[in-house]
């Protein structure tokens, strides 16, 4: 019998080899489909879109609250100081009748993103999914669905990848999860009780129920509880469980360790050079994540798509958050900058989607460079262009050119080679369709 289940145990470890092998996942070339996707979505959304950014007469930001000083409607139980029974009664409120999984992953693969991120679970600890380990969850709510499944298989559908955003620290519904700044820190040891109870578990929970492609960890430039051990053994789980799933740097802010995926930019911050290791921006629409019904300060799309092509061109990403309305609908400001972007996406992608950055000292104002080696061994760069100008010099150092056009419409561009120099002659009508053009050098 003893003979029996060595066998068994060696046969069971066998095919679980034989399984990662198979998929031929390495922690070289894990991380090679973010590399190339460029552009993402976020989504915040949870119990904090019921309220919409106003409670009991106040309304974020709000100087008169000790607390308030911030847009973040996610934010509002703790800005606000919503009583905890009164914002866990919101469960009793919380049925998006509208929400259609499929339609909002449309969205995203029209908007031209490659990849989704949604809050599982934020800071006030309610979960998207019906928990076995916590009952503040979704489960307890007038929705009956399956929201995270649901979006799992409309991401696949589509073939996009997702994943979830985890506040593995900060929880203010556990009695021993991390708090804000401003209330009595937790003890380390209390602190401890949470991460046993119900962060490393439901981290678990979420790879064995929904397989996500990346999580998305959240901690900022401020003292944690996430030292070296706790942050090593949640990646260590991680691994274990998932091979392919990414990790974000935000783990531990002052410390994410050699073993991160890609690091994470702090809030709507832009690098001014280039990175090497894989990165991303998280960046807002408006200046709230979640859904405040008073934040009117839309973005225009081109800005966006401005922050879209600087990160490209410095080796990066960009996740463009949502915070779709409590009844499961996206804004229809959202929308429609996520159509226009979508729309120029599809025109210009090819200066987008797995292009690398152009590594030269001196490139003009208002000028972004990106490039790609084709198939055939050549090198083409795309020369992004957000504002009037007659012509363009850029130190390029190419061998022979065969051509320039404007990536979008296929329109001639005269150039002039010098040596190490090239300068484009600019078509005077270049910008009558779109406020950002491209130019391609074959």
Same mark, same amino acid.
């Given at each position: 019998?003893?003979?029996?289940?060595?066998?068994?145990?060696?046969?069971?470890?066998?095919?679980?080899?034989?399984?990662?092998?198979?998929?031929?996942?390495?922690?070289?070339?894990?991380?090679?489909?973010?590399?190339?996707?460029?552009?993402?979505?976020?989504?915040?959304?949870?119990?904090?879109? #019921?309220?919409?950014?106003? $409670?009991? /007469?106040?309304? &974020?930001? *709000?100087?008169?609250? =000790?607390?308030? !000083?911030?847009?973040?409607?996610?934010?509002?139980?703790?800005?606000?100081?919503?009583?905890?029974?009164?914002?866990?009664?919101?469960?009793?409120?919380?049925?998006?009748?509208?929400?259609?999984?499929?339609?909002?992953?449309?969205?995203?693969?029209?908007?031209?993103?490659?990849?989704?991120?949604?809050?599982?679970?934020?800071?006030?600890?309610?979960?998207?999914?019906?928990?076995?380990?916590?009952?503040?969850? #979704?489960?307890?709510?007038? $929705?009956? /669905?399956?929201? &995270?499944? *649901?979006?799992?298989? =409309?991401?696949? !559908?589509?073939?996009?990848?997702?994943?979830?955003?985890?506040?593995?620290?900060?929880?203010?519904?556990?009695?021993?999860?991390?708090?804000?700044?401003?209330?009595?820190?937790?003890?380390?040891?209390?602190?401890?009780?949470?991460?046993?109870?119900?962060?490393?578990?439901?981290?678990?929970?979420?790879?064995?129920?929904?397989?996500?492609?990346?999580?998305?960890?959240?901690?900022?430039?401020?003292?944690?509880? #996430?030292?070296?051990?706790?942050?090593?053994?949640?990646?260590?789980?991680?691994?274990?469980?998932?091979?392919?799933?990414?990790?974000?740097?935000?783990?531990?802010?002052?410390?994410?360790?050699?073993?991160?995926?890609?690091?994470?930019?702090?809030?709507?911050?832009?690098?001014?050079?280039?990175?090497?290791?894989?990165?991303?921006?998280?960046?807002?629409?408006?200046?709230?994540?979640?859904?405040?019904?008073?934040?009117?300060?839309?973005?225009?799309?081109?800005?966006?798509?401005?922050?879209?092509?600087?990160?490209?061109?410095?080796?990066?990403?960009?996740?463009?958050?949502?915070?779709?309305?409590?009844?499961?609908?996206?804004?229809?400001?959202?929308?429609?900058?996520?159509?226009?972007?979508?729309?120029?996406?599809?025109?210009?992608?090819?200066?987008?989607?797995?292009?690398?950055?152009?590594?030269?000292?001196?490139?003009?104002?208002?000028?972004?460079?990106?490039?790609?080696?084709?198939?055939?061994?050549?090198?083409?760069?795309?020369?992004?262009?957000?504002?009037?100008?007659?012509?363009?010099?850029?130190?390029?150092?190419?061998?022979?050119?065969?051509?320039?056009?404007?990536?979008?419409?296929?329109?001639?561009?005269?150039?002039?080679?010098?040596?190490?120099?090239?300068?484009?002659?600019?078509?005077?009508?270049?910008?009558?369709?779109?406020?950002?053009?491209?130019?391609?050098?074959?």
């Amino acid at each position: 019998m003893k003979k029996l289940t060595v066998i068994l145990c060696l046969l069971a470890v066998s095919v679980c080899l034989m399984g990662q092998a198979q998929t031929g996942i390495t922690a070289e070339n894990r991380a090679d489909w973010f590399k190339e996707a460029k552009f993402g979505i976020f989504v915040h959304w949870g119990l904090y879109s #019921i309220l919409g950014g106003s $409670y009991n /007469g106040h309304t &974020l930001p *709000d100087t008169t609250m =000790a607390n308030g !000083k911030s847009w973040y409607a996610e934010w509002i139980q703790q800005r606000l100081e919503v009583p905890a029974d009164v914002y866990r009664r919101l469960e009793e409120q919380f049925n998006p009748v509208n929400f259609d999984a499929d339609a909002w992953i449309a969205e995203v693969k029209n908007a031209g993103a490659r990849y989704f991120v949604i809050t599982a679970k934020h800071h006030d600890g309610f979960a998207l999914w019906d928990s076995k380990v916590s009952d503040f969850d #979704i489960g307890n709510t007038l $929705y009956k /669905g399956e929201l &995270l499944g *649901d979006l799992a298989k =409309a991401c696949k !559908k589509y073939g996009i990848k997702y994943g979830f955003y985890y506040s593995h620290w900060q929880d203010w519904e556990h009695p021993q999860g991390a708090v804000p700044h401003w209330q009595p820190t937790r003890p380390d040891a209390d602190f401890e009780k949470y991460w046993r109870e119900k962060s490393l578990p439901q981290v678990r929970e979420l790879i064995e129920r929904y397989d996500p492609d990346l999580f998305w960890f959240d901690t900022w430039n401020e003292e944690t509880h #996430i030292n070296e051990v706790r942050r090593d053994e949640l990646i260590a789980m991680i691994r274990e469980l998932s091979p392919k799933c990414l990790i974000n740097g935000r783990i531990s802010f002052y410390n994410p360790g050699e073993d991160i995926d890609f690091i994470e930019m702090f809030d709507n911050a832009y690098p001014d050079k280039i990175l090497e290791k894989p990165w991303q921006t998280p960046a807002t629409m408006v200046h709230s994540w979640g859904w405040h019904a008073n934040d009117f300060n839309w973005k225009p799309t081109q800005r966006m798509l401005g922050y879209l092509i600087n990160n490209t061109a410095k080796g990066g990403n960009y996740l463009l958050n949502i915070g779709p309305k409590a009844d499961g609908t996206f804004p229809s400001a959202a929308v429609h900058r996520l159509r226009e972007m979508g729309g120029w996406l599809f025109a210009n992608g090819e200066a987008i989607y797995g292009a690398k950055p152009v590594k030269i000292d001196s490139i003009p104002d208002g000028v972004i460079l990106t490039q790609k080696q084709i198939a055939s061994g050549e090198r083409v760069v795309y020369v992004g262009i957000n504002k009037q100008m007659d012509e363009v010099v850029l130190p390029l150092g190419l061998n022979k050119i065969h051509k320039c056009t404007v990536l979008e419409t296929g329109m001639p561009v005269d150039f002039v080679q010098e040596r190490d120099i090239v300068r484009l002659i600019l078509p005077a009508k270049l910008f009558t369709d779109c406020n950002i053009q491209v130019i391609k050098i074959e």
